[in-house]
């Protein structure tokens, strides 16, 4: 079990136009109960199922930029030191309407099962 999991600064600054996501925890590198992730939504970017909806509770941490989010049909915006709530069920979106890459921790909770489809479109 790897205690540190850090995120790969160097290579979001490298792809600023790119949609990263990298995994710090699933139930392959020992979440069973959270997934985590560092998000990276470039200019234009933004969900890549669309309107859509998890199975699971789901989080955004937004560490950078400003994200616009649609929630039940609602609009809204986050920034830097800000937690989005996703709770289970609710169809969500977001996109990067701002000028620069926005980056965010993805939480899941509990985490998706390798092969469970993780946005359901709605």
Known sequence: MDYLRKIDFAALKAAPTERINQVLIDTLSGGDQCGVAAVQTPVGGGSPAGLHRHVFDQYFYMVSGVMDFEIEGKQY???PGELV????????????GGAEPTLHI???IPC?????????PV
């Open 77 to 79: 915006k986050a920034g």
């Open 85 to 96: 709530v996703f709770p289970t069920g609710v169809p969500h979106r977001n996109w990067n």
């Open 112 to 120: 998706p099962k390798p092969g469970e489809p993780v946005g359901i």
């Open 106 to 108: 993805n939480m899941m």
